[in-house]
């Protein structure tokens, strides 16, 4: 029985630690109801490559292609590359028509979306040369965005920035409560971690699409062709001292799964792909908290060396924060709390053997305190325990129903016009897409996952989507 207090004291040691660190994110929320960074207008226009890869996206590239055209940024500076990754319908005609530059690959064995990528830079450093471009963004054939989206994104790498996230919004928010939930989780990263992250110049994160890096990252090529390409991008681009800003102003839409079959896959998928960038990305983010190194931090410069001494703190900073994005923490909690849920429930029955003055749990004696006979008080003890675990589940689902309130309120005039019993609807089932993910890392870790493509069929365009959203 010593043993087993030893085993849970440590497990709470330990715990109690990692959660320590977590903390600092606590900050990042208060800052991001209030703050975050705003760029001015850019002195001067660079040029983008827009990439974009789609597997039988006929149905709504089209719409996304369109929704660049009319972008209010100089056309000559934007070019719009698409990979039609082992397509079976008409992408790529699709794509040719509106006058995107396409490349078709059929490759069965090798089909995420990282190695379509990878495809796809390597194709333009072969015809074009990656330095032609002086950053790059990335976009899935199902998004739009909105008429200044490129020159917002512009303000943003004109100041310096070298990897910028956007604003993630919602084309089918109101379809059902699982694509509603899917809003809410975007709006829910936003606000908690991008907005904060960005003003105290660190390392936010992209989530797949939206987003644009200087040409400098992929000189050596795209190298993540992992279930999650862009989890491992960030934590690559941190070890190697980048941060990641984040440009509030720039808004594009993204289409989100209406099945719970197509959701779950999703979710499968995403989480098997997270603990791969952790195995892949942890070892590289921990040495840089002890050495910093990487392409960025090895620019020269002339600062003072205080100023440089600070800067060494922050990319120190910047990849232990990075590293709490890719450690798995919900499936390592989950581990955790059965475990000494099992141990408390080893002690409690150990202890029907021993005398009401046997050892204590949970700083008293559950003997002496309840009075009863042995039996009666250790699954007197084991139901108090059980009911602590609910209890903490409900505290968390109300938790997010609060948030999601939250959300729907701060966020109301960039969310299309969604009934009011609908929203009180998404509300009360938003805490079950965090259980579901939850279920997903516990799926992922004994299961074999391969990537499958989201079906995407909400043809709607850029216009009419703006329309709602002045209503």
């Not at 989950?334 to 700083?363: E, K, M, N, T, W």
Request: hydrophobic share 45%; proline share 2%.
């Amino acid at each position: 029985m010593q043993v087993i207090r030893f085993l849970i004291k440590a497990i709470r040691l330990i715990s109690g630690f990692v959660s320590k660190i977590y903390k600092v994110r606590t900050f990042y929320v208060i800052t991001g109801f209030f703050l975050t960074r705003k760029f001015a207008p850019a002195k001067k226009n660079h040029k983008y490559a827009i990439l974009i890869a789609a597997r039988n996206e006929e149905e709504v590239i089209g719409n996304l292609v369109d929704s660049i055209r009319r972008q209010d940024y100089p056309s000559e500076l934007i070019d719009i590359f698409v990979v039609a990754d082992n397509c079976d319908d008409g992408t790529a005609e699709v794509a040719r028509a509106l006058g995107a530059i396409c490349y078709e690959r059929n490759d069965k064995e090798h089909r995420t979306k990282g190695f379509a990528l990878q495809y796809l830079v390597e194709c333009i450093r072969r015809d074009y040369g990656i330095d032609s471009y002086e950053g790059y963004m990335i976009f899935d054939a199902d998004n739009l965005l909105q008429k200044d989206f490129v020159t917002k994104m512009n303000d943003a790498f004109d100041a310096g920035e070298k990897i910028v996230a956007s604003y993630r919004n919602t084309k089918n928010f109101d379809d059902n409560w699982i694509s509603a939930s899917y809003g809410l989780h975007w709006l829910r990263t936003i606000r908690k971690e991008h907005r904060a992250r960005s003003l105290y110049h660190l390392a936010t994160r992209i989530q797949g699409t939206g987003f644009l890096f200087a040409a400098e990252l992929i000189r050596n090529g795209w190298n993540y062709t992992s279930l999650t390409e862009d989890r491992a991008f960030c934590a690559d681009a941190v070890a190697n001292g980048y941060k990641i800003s984040y440009q509030n102003d720039a808004v594009f839409y993204d289409e989100q799964p209406v099945d719970m079959k197509i959701a779950m896959r999703q979710r499968i998928r995403w989480a098997k792909g997270h603990l791969q960038a952790f195995v892949e990305t942890g070892p590289k983010l921990f040495k840089h908290i002890i050495v910093t190194g990487g392409a960025a931090n090895r620019e020269k410069t002339d600062a003072p060396r205080f100023l440089r001494f600070l800067r060494n703190i922050r990319l120190r900073f910047m990849s232990l924060d990075m590293l709490t994005v890719v450690y798995p923490r919900s499936v390592v909690t989950l581990f955790r709390r059965l475990l000494v849920f099992a141990l408390q429930a080893v002690l409690i029955f150990c202890a029907a053997d021993y005398a009401v003055s046997g050892p204590s749990l949970l700083g008293f004696s559950v003997l002496e305190l309840l009075g009863m006979h042995a039996a009666g008080r250790a699954a007197q003890a084991f139901l108090f325990l059980t009911v602590a675990f609910f209890l903490t589940t409900i505290f968390s689902y109300l938790g997010s129903i609060v948030l999601a309130i939250y959300i729907f309120i701060i966020e109301r005039k960039r969310i299309m016009p969604i009934k009011w019993y609908k929203k009180i609807w998404f509300c009360i089932t938003f805490p079950i897409f965090d259980l579901i993910g939850k279920l997903s890392l516990v799926i992922a870790l004994f299961t074999k996952v391969e990537w499958k493509p989201i079906p995407h069929h909400a043809a709607v365009n850029i216009s009419e989507i703006e329309k709602n959203i002045q209503k």
